[in-house]
Structure formats: structure tokens, C-alpha cells
């Protein structure tokens, strides 16, 4: 299939240009810092083994129904997200406002970037902070003359400095628009083909350095064994819940999208299969390649969002090769991110250009662009407690800076709500000719895959929901 016209959508004409291509792009997108910052510190919070394990049900039982409705919609679609989405409730004689669907996650996507690209910031922040040690002072590096208090120190000068945040925000947010400006074929899975294989390789090798010189033992311990009364923890399967769906990026439009690159001659069934078994291999590997580090280092393994940013660089400066690791992990890091973030514009940028007509370059500058604007202001929120947070007005956002705000907003409302409408729509009033023909699957798997989606995905996806809007619930 042909790249993409200059103007235009996301039509028959733009598309994967293998199976392949759409595997490493998909993974991509879902294999971001929601599987190397969010699953180690969630695990951490929650006791470990017992969060696995509710995570790897959660995922087959829940995510990988929820991924095959996402990529169906677009497939059948071949248009942005929400114009599939329409597409598909018109032929199926449904209401055209199932539409929302696709609508909210869209925005979760534009929103989710705001923030996302000033957290990839502060990885490119860590890249220079250990490549300049690395070349300054050799693969030891300089920080392991360091105390522990003065490398976590490293994250708080960087919140000091908001024209340093800005400026790695935009640095990063103009390689995400440079991508999604060449294109599907000769951008977004140009750069999967290459990245994602770099970033495996990397995993792989900072896991077997992590297990050679860290405390395996105690990692292993502490991922793979549980306590039964934990695992039946409400806290902690909510957790493992919210974990299997994020991590998938599912209810941001973005798998729709990607899934309308697919051709027809992809089973998307068994391609379903394969991102999500990489997504969660990643997110337990990315456990195995930190925790013998931060055990080792006597780290809190309960450091939650802070340990990549503030217990690992400690736990690096005491291990043999520190900063050569430091850095072959945030580069591995930046990997991760860029390809999510890629998705993460597509989604948006897509149903923009059908808006508005303008060419790919034009509107990935665009929306990229307010994005960026956007991200500003999330930026200068962790610099400054005291700047204006207009979503604070609501009783929601009550005593949160932006950047919590937007992150509540996004991961609290809008991409739970778009997965409960997927689920509701494809289980209960979508055409069942037509998503049989899409699915990929027969026989008992399909009965299954019909249950899960029309009964179990709507309860577990709106339990996120009403828990992430009211979480006293929880007691």
C-alpha cells in the first residue's frame, strides 16, 4: 500500500507496509514509559508478585479483548479513529454519536502529550546528564564519588529550572512532529523498524547486567512470589486493573488508528495477541532489569513515580560500569517514549487533517504545536506550585498543579470512559456480521472473545472509572 497523500485522511491509501511494520508500530505505541516508570513503581507500591499476577490476567482477560474491538473499528474504518468509528456505527444502523467513542480518547491522546512530552524531557535531561559523565570521566563516571543525596538532588534542580524543562519539552515534541510529518510508511514505521528492535536489545542487555550484578534473588522473590490474601487486595487488583489497561494504551484512539493502516490481509485476532504478549513481557522485564539494581542499592522499592528518576540514578552510581548503564537506560527509556508519543500525535493529528484539510506537514506542525503550548504550562507547574491551574476551579482538580490535573483528566476520565463506550458499542450494538468479519477468530475463542468484551470489559473498565473519580470509595 501507498504512503499517505499530502492532504487528506487517513484513507485505503495510507498504510503498513507489512505485517511486521504494524507489529513494531503497535508495540510502539504501547510499550512507553507506562511499562518502564508506571509498572515498576505500581508493582513496587503494591507488594509485587501479587500485582503480577492480577496484571497478566487482567491483561488477557481484559486488555487483549478490548485491543482486538480498537484495532476492528479502525481497520474497517480506514479513516481517523473517530470517522471509523462512525463508519462502523452507521453500518451497523447504530446511532452516528458512538462516534464518542473515538471523539474521547482522541482528546485523552492530545491531552496525555501535553504532559507526556515534558516527562520525556526529563529522560533526554538524564541522557546528557549520564552521557556527560560517561565522557568525562570514563563507563565509572564521576557520580559514584556522589553521595546518594546529591545524585536524587539531580531531579530537583531540574524542576528549579522551568526554561530547562521547556526547552527539553520542545526539543522533544519537535522530534515527535518530525516523525509524524514523513508519514506512516516513511516515518511512523520507519522509525518503529528501527527503534523497537534497538530498544529490545537494550532491555535485554541492561536486564542481564542488572541480574549478573544486582540482587537477583530478592527481584525474583519480590516479582514472582505473593501472598494469596494480597492478590484478593481491593487496592491492589484495582491497581494491576488500571496497569493492564493503560499499559495497552487502550481508550486513546491510538490502536484504532494504527488499526486502520492494517490491511486485509492481517489477522488481527493473532497480531492482537503478539503486541499485547510484548507489552507485558516488556513490563516485566523492565521489573527484572530494575529491581536487582535498586536492591542492591538498598533503594525503597516503594519509591512510586520517583524511582526512575531520582532512586535509580542512586542506585546506578554504586554499581560497576554505573554511568555506561545510566546511559544505555534512558536512551532505552527515550526509545520507549518517542514511539508512544508518535501514536500519541497520529491520533490527533489524523482526525485534524480530515477537519480542516490541510496537508500531513501543515497540521502535524499545527497540533503538534498547541500541544506544545499546552505542555508549557504542565512544565511550569512542577517548577512553580503557585502557577495558574484553571482546572483547579473544579472540585475534581481541587489542590492539584497542571500537570496532575491534565494527567487525572486524561488517565481518570477520558480514556476509561472511551474504553467502557468500546466495549458497550462493540458488545451490544455493533453489527455482528460485520465485526465477525474483522475479528480474525471462530468457535470457542470467538464465543469467548464475545462474552469478555459484552459482560467483563464494561464492569472491569468502568470500575476504573467510578474508582478514579471517586477513590474514597476504596475506604
Given at each position: 500500500m501507498a504512503p499517505a497523500s499530502a492532504t487528506g485522511s487517513a484513507s485505503d491509501t495510507a498504510g503498513w507496509t507489512s505485517r511486521k511494520g504494524f507489529v513494531l508500530a503497535a508495540i510502539g505505541s504501547a510499550v512507553g514509559l507506562g511499562n518502564l516508570w508506571r509498572f515498576?513503581?505500581?508493582?513496587?507500591?503494591?507488594?509485587?508478585?501479587?500485582?503480577?499476577?492480577?496484571?497478566?490476567?487482567?491483561?488477557?482477560?481484559?486488555?487483549?479483548?478490548?485491543?482486538l474491538s480498537e484495532v476492528l473499528i479502525g481497520r474497517h474504518g480506514r479513516a481517523s479513529a473517530v470517522e471509523s468509528a462512525r463508519r462502523?456505527?452507521?453500518?451497523?444502523?447504530?446511532?452516528?454519536?458512538?462516534?464518542?467513542?473515538?471523539?474521547?480518547?482522541?482528546?485523552?491522546?492530545?491531552?496525555?502529550?501535553?504532559?507526556?512530552?515534558?516527562?520525556?524531557?526529563?529522560?533526554?535531561?538524564?541522557?546528557?546528564?549520564?552521557?556527560?559523565?560517561?565522557?568525562?570521566?570514563?563507563?565509572?563516571?564521576?557520580?559514584?564519588?556522589?553521595?546518594?543525596?546529591?545524585?536524587?538532588?539531580?531531579?530537583?534542580?531540574?524542576?528549579?529550572?522551568?526554561?530547562l524543562q521547556i526547552g527539553l519539552h520542545a526539543a522533544f515534541m519537535a522530534v515527535t512532529i518530525y516523525v509524524v510529518m514523513r508519514g506512516v510508511t516513511?516515518?511512523?514505521?520507519?522509525?518503529?523498524?528501527?527503534?523497537?528492535?534497538?530498544?529490545?536489545?537494550?532491555?535485554?542487555?541492561?536486564?542481564?547486567?542488572?541480574?549478573?550484578?544486582?540482587?537477583?534473588?530478592?527481584?525474583?522473590?519480590?516479582?514472582?512470589?505473593?501472598?494469596?490474601?494480597?492478590?484478593?487486595?481491593?487496592p491492589?487488583?484495582?491497581?494491576?486493573?488500571?496497569?493492564?489497561?493503560?499499559?495497552?494504551?487502550?481508550?486513546?484512539?491510538?490502536?484504532?488508528?494504527?488499526?486502520?493502516?492494517?490491511?486485509?490481509?492481517?489477522?488481527?485476532?493473532g497480531t492482537s495477541a503478539i503486541i499485547a504478549s510484548a507489552d507485558t513481557s516488556v513490563a516485566i522485564i523492565a521489573g527484572l532489569a530494575i529491581f536487582p539494581i535498586v536492591f542492591a542499592a538498598g533503594v525503597d522499592v516503594a519509591a512510586g513515580p520517583t524511582l526512575m528518576f531520582q532512586a535509580l540514578p542512586v542506585a546506578f552510581q554504586s554499581m560497576p560500569g554505573g554511568a555506561l548503564i545510566g546511559l544505555l537506560f534512558f536512551v532505552m527509556?527515550?526509545?520507549?517514549?518517542?514511539?508512544?508519543?508518535?501514536?500519541?500525535?497520529?491520533?490527533?493529528?489524523?482526525?485534524?487533517?480530515?477537519?480542516?484539510?490541510?496537508?500531513?506537514?501543515?497540521?502535524?506542525?499545527?497540533?503538534?504545536?498547541?500541544?506544545?503550548?499546552?505542555?508549557?504550562?504542565?512544565?511550569?507547574?512542577?517548577?512553580?506550585?503557585?502557577?495558574?491551574?484553571?482546572l483547579a476551579l473544579l472540585?475534581?482538580?481541587?489542590?492539584?498543579?497542571?500537570?496532575?490535573?491534565?494527567?487525572?483528566?486524561?488517565?481518570?476520565?477520558?480514556?476509561?470512559?472511551?474504553?467502557?463506550?468500546?466495549?458497550?458499542f462493540i458488545g451490544w450494538f455493533a453489527d455482528r456480521r460485520l465485526i465477525d468479519a474483522e475479528n480474525g477468530i471462530s468457535g470457542g475463542m470467538h464465543i469467548l472473545w464475545r462474552f469478555l468484551v459484552a459482560w467483563l470489559c464494561p464492569v472491569a473498565v468502568g470500575l476504573i472509572l467510578i474508582f478514579g473519580l471517586f477513590p474514597d470509595l476504596l475506604g
Open positions: 515498576p513503581s505500581e508493582a513496587g507500591a503494591n507488594g509485587g508478585g501479587a500485582f503480577v499476577i492480577f496484571y497478566i490476567g487482567c491483561v488477557v482477560l481484559i486488555g487483549l479483548p478490548l485491543l462502523v456505527a452507521r453500518e451497523s444502523k447504530a446511532s452516528r454519536h458512538w462516534s464518542a467513542l473515538a471523539s474521547v480518547g482522541m482528546w485523552g491522546a492530545f491531552i496525555i502529550l501535553t504532559f507526556y512530552s515534558v516527562v520525556a524531557g526529563w529522560v533526554l535531561y538524564y541522557v546528557g546528564l549520564f552521557a556527560g559523565d560517561v565522557l568525562a570521566n570514563g563507563v565509572g563516571g564521576a557520580f559514584q564519588g556522589q553521595s546518594a543525596e546529591q545524585v536524587s538532588g539531580y531531579m530537583g534542580g531540574l524542576f528549579g529550572n522551568a526554561a516513511g516515518g511512523i514505521e520507519r522509525i518503529a523498524s528501527v527503534l523497537m528492535p534497538a530498544f529490545f536489545v537494550l532491555l535485554v542487555g541492561i536486564t542481564l547486567y542488572s541480574l549478573a550484578t544486582g540482587d537477583a534473588g530478592a527481584a525474583f522473590s519480590f516479582l514472582f512470589s505473593f501472598n494469596p490474601e494480597r492478590l484478593l487486595h481491593a491492589v487488583m484495582l491497581s494491576a486493573l488500571g496497569q493492564a489497561f493503560f499499559s495497552l494504551s487502550l481508550g486513546s484512539a491510538m490502536m484504532i488508528q494504527y488499526g486502520a493502516y492494517a490491511n486485509r490481509n492481517t489477522n488481527l485476532a527509556v527515550f526509545f520507549a517514549a518517542l514511539t508512544s508519543s508518535v501514536a500519541l500525535l497520529e491520533a490527533s493529528m489524523v482526525r485534524a487533517m480530515e477537519v480542516f484539510g490541510q496537508s500531513r506537514a501543515v497540521t502535524s506542525i499545527a497540533v503538534g504545536s498547541v500541544i506544545f503550548v499546552v505542555g508549557i504550562g504542565a512544565a511550569m507547574s512542577m517548577s512553580d506550585a503557585d502557577f495558574f491551574n484553571p472540585p475534581f482538580f481541587a489542590g492539584q498543579n497542571l500537570f496532575d490535573s491534565l494527567d487525572s483528566l486524561s488517565g481518570k476520565i477520558l480514556l476509561p470512559l472511551s474504553g467502557l463506550l468500546t466495549a458497550i
